[in-house]
């Protein structure tokens, strides 16, 4: 394929910073010659360099080394400090070998890495803080660093103060105690601090703001279906990921403020299929998730996505998702059709990057401080965790004839760049003063938009309003040298982060002449509808006939807010009656309401421990079951099974769904092999019992509860059993 730069221009901001700004490139369906398929690959341990020959990119991409083994080893993340600094997150313990030994134990840590020489590889390597458990929260503020570990819910703020970049000080900045008891890949993760100066999440229903030194929580219409990986775009919309539910990403139509949505033809056709460049034998779905040709028929590793936010490779705005499994990254190309977001793969049955070395595991694509992307590769032989890689399982065999557990304490971190374009030099900003960082609000890469951002929040100068106000109050559209509207809607968010945004500059704002910026000042107008301010819900009426269709799906999300429904609800209708061939605005307008609610109304005469396990599983079956079995029970096709109708959940033997939750099952289901369904065994006997009575009360025809009574009993009688069941051990075979 032939890409053409199209021009890079310079942008020279008040303070007399020179930035660089690339307009995308068009993509034509050629993308690179695939090599020769090895269906069944060899997987011996190489050199990076070695490794980084046999990854393939579209023409005038190239990879650079910016850090290899024995500097860090295990990497599962990376995040910059506000000068720059490389933040890696190493899982020093995780698979270690074929049995997960040891990996609960708190042995790994987060490094410094920096580039001291400025030639582009990273040279000086300082452990920030050790002895912790898998660490999977990393989010740097200013010159604290927040992190968190798997099984935890407490969040840590650590600190170097004195200069040594290693920490001496550790605050606990969130308390919640109660350990996460279930496998580590269904945890949480990926703190991020968004747009709109809240800290979300990849699965929780809570989102948390920083005040004073501290988080305070906020709970969320609906808990995230996502698993490890989260983004936003430049507008602070994010895109979640769930490898356990083969979905490449999702949560990306509307703001998680407002709960889930998902809708038919968000993906191009074939869009859920990957195209590795290799056999990949080893997957956790068995022979059922494999082509012909032995390679990965669809997604189910996806994790450490990045919407693209640099300026120096012409892929901005563009989402990547690494799938480790299929030793890819996905390009996905965000459209958005008349306020429909929906992804597309530019290229033909092809891959922005995939390599031919077994090894190659990429979990983590990020937008750097120097315009270009960054990639970790975790370079192991066993990507899964330990229990999909169990006695009985499909993957133990694949993994022990390949060696694939030999291979560990390895990781590589990437640069990508593109021919022609250097990487920028990384500016130092902790030192600048907070009238210094306002140019860089207007930078044209998204990581140094939000990184001032996020810096003024915490600092809470309040000097810096009168410039922030004069941006915000402009109206130029810019042109292709100069973004007026992101650099104003980054002051519109800064401001709200201070607490300084007048009713009337928000009013103002919701008729910007940037969508963007109407967008959000809409949504900020919010906090008044709740409390029936009639004048600003005039303000919000005035825009049922805009012609943006963002701006009229943002004025039907708001007006749900508005405390007078009635009113609510003829506005909302008036705008689904003007716009009748829009499917987003038609789906947006329904109200929501709470399944929660619906279920406690249905079940009103139960006991009320009854109604409260009803209850309780129902939020734990939407969050993790829900991803495989589908939001009815009706199953997912190649998936999972449909527990609608089954004997093994519905039956009167209550002890068998209890058996088969604590240690899982593997074969055939109905005549057909659907891979392993994990042991939950590591979640405690009212976790079990709630998520039980839920299915049969609410998939199936309710019964006899089973309550936690039974689940210790049964835990109890096979506490020492390790392996899977089959339906025939279970007397269920057909």
């Known amino acids: 394929m032939k890409n053409r730069f199209s021009k890079y221009l310079l942008l020279l901001a008040i303070s007399g910073l020179i930035y660089g700004c690339l307009k995308p490139l068009a993509d034509n369906n050629t993308i690179y010659t695939k090599p020769p398929m090895d269906t069944d690959p060899a997987a011996p ?48 313990t995780y698979m270690q070998d074929i049995n997960g030994t040891n990996e609960n134990e708190p042995w790994s840590r987060v490094s410094v890495l920096e580039d001291t020489n400025g030639d582009g590889k990273m040279d000086k390597k300082t452990v920030f803080i050790d002895s912790l458990l898998l660490p999977r929260l990393l989010l740097p503020l200013d010159d604290r660093v927040i992190i968190g570990e798997t099984y935890s819910n407490n969040f840590w703020s650590y600190r170097d103060t004195d200069g040594d970049r290693v920490a001496d000080e550790k605050v606990l900045i969130f308390e919640n105690d109660k350990i996460f008891k279930g496998n580590l890949e269904h945890q949480s993760a990926n703190l991020t601090w968004n747009i709109d100066n809240w800290l979300y999440l990849s699965k929780d229903p809570f989102r948390y703001k920083w005040k004073e030194g501290k988080l305070i929580i906020d709970t969320l219409l609906d808990a995230p279906t996502g698993q490890y990986g989260l983004t936003q775009d430049e507008t602070g919309k994010m895109y979640y990921s769930r490898a356990g539910g083969e979905v490449v990403a999702l949560g990306f139509q509307q703001h998680p403020i407002y709960g889930n949505l998902e809708m038919d ?11 590795p460049i290799i056999g990949t034998p080893d997957v956790q779905g068995g022979k059922i998730r494999l082509r012909p040709d032995n390679t990965l028929n669809k997604f189910t590793a996806v994790s450490g996505q990045e919407v693209f936010l640099g300026d120096r490779l012409p892929l901005y705005g563009d989402l990547f998702v690494p799938e480790p499994v299929g030793r890819l990254i996905r390009r996905a190309k965000i459209s958005n059709v008349d306020g429909k977001i929906v992804l597309s793969n530019p290229y033909d049955k092809a891959e922005f990057m995939a390599s031919t070395d077994p090894n190659f595991r990429p979990v983590r694509v990020a937008t750097g401080p120097d315009g270009c992307m960054y990639v970790v590769d975790m370079y192991r032989g066993i990507i899964q965790e330990g229990n999909w890689t169990r006695e009985g399982s499909f993957l133990r065999p694949e993994i022990e004839r390949r060696n694939l557990d030999k291979n560990i304490g390895k990781g590589r971190i990437y640069r990508v760049v593109y021919k022609g374009v250097k990487p920028a030099k990384v500016e130092k900003m902790l030192s ?63 401001l709200e982060g201070l607490g300084q945004l007048s009713k009337s500059d928000i009013i103002s704002k919701t008729k910007d002449s940037d ?31 805009h012609p943006n ?19 609510a609800k003829l506005l909302i209708q008036e705008i689904v009656d003007l716009n009748p061939e829009n499917e987003v605005i038609a789906v947006s307008s329904d109200v929501v309401t709470s399944d929660v609610e619906n279920l406690k109304v249905k079940h009103v005469l139960k006991h009320p421990n009854t109604k409260n396990s009803i209850i309780r599983g129902y939020e734990t079956f939407k969050v993790l079951c829900a991803s ?3 939001k009815e029970g009706k199953g997912i096709k190649d998936l999972a099974p449909p527990l609608v109708g089954s004997p093994r959940i519905m039956g ?61 009993d049964v835990r109890k009688k096979y506490g020492d059993r390790e392996q899977y069941w089959t339906l025939k051990e279970l007397g269920q075979s057909k």
């Open 652 to 712: 009167d033997d209550l002890e068998l769904p209890v058996k088969i939750l604590l240690n899982g099952l593997s074969g055939e289901v109905d005549g057909k092999d659907y891979g392993i369904m994990l042991s939950l065994k590591g979640y405690d006997d009212q976790w079990i019992s709630d998520v039980i009575t839920y299915v049969r009360e609410e998939i199936g025809d309710g019964g006899k509860t089973v309550n936690s009574r039974i689940v210790s």
């Open 265 to 275: 033809g968000r993906w191009a056709d074939d869009f859920e299929q990957p195209w």
């Open 628 to 630: 495989c079995h589908g």
């Open 432 to 494: 600048l003063s907070s009238k210094d960082l306002l140019p860089y609000l207007g930078h044209p890469n998204g990581w140094y938009r939000m990184t001032a951002q996020k810096l003024l929040v915490l600092r809470q100068d309040k000097t810096i309003v009168s410039d922030l106000l004069k941006t915000l109050r402009g109206n130029s559209k810019g042109n292709a040298k100069r973004d007026e509207g992101i650099k104003r809607l980054h002051a519109l968010w800064t």
């Open 45 to 92: 341990s190489l050199s990076p360099m070695e490794s980084m020959g046999k990854i393939y990119l579209p023409e005038g991409y190239s990879l650079e080394l910016v850090a290899s083994e024995p500097m860090i080893e295990e990497p599962i993340d990376i995040a910059w400090d506000a000068d720059g600094k490389m933040y890696v997150a190493e899982f020093l």
């Open 549 to 567: 269709k963002d701006v009229l799906i943002q004025v039907v999300l708001t007006s749900k807010t508005y405390a007078n429904r009635d009113e």
């Open 515 to 545: 969508s963007r910026v109407s967008c959000a000042a809409i949504r900020l107008c919010e906090q008044f509808l709740k409390d029936g301010d009639q004048n600003v819900f005039a303000t919000i009426k005035s825009l049922k006939n």
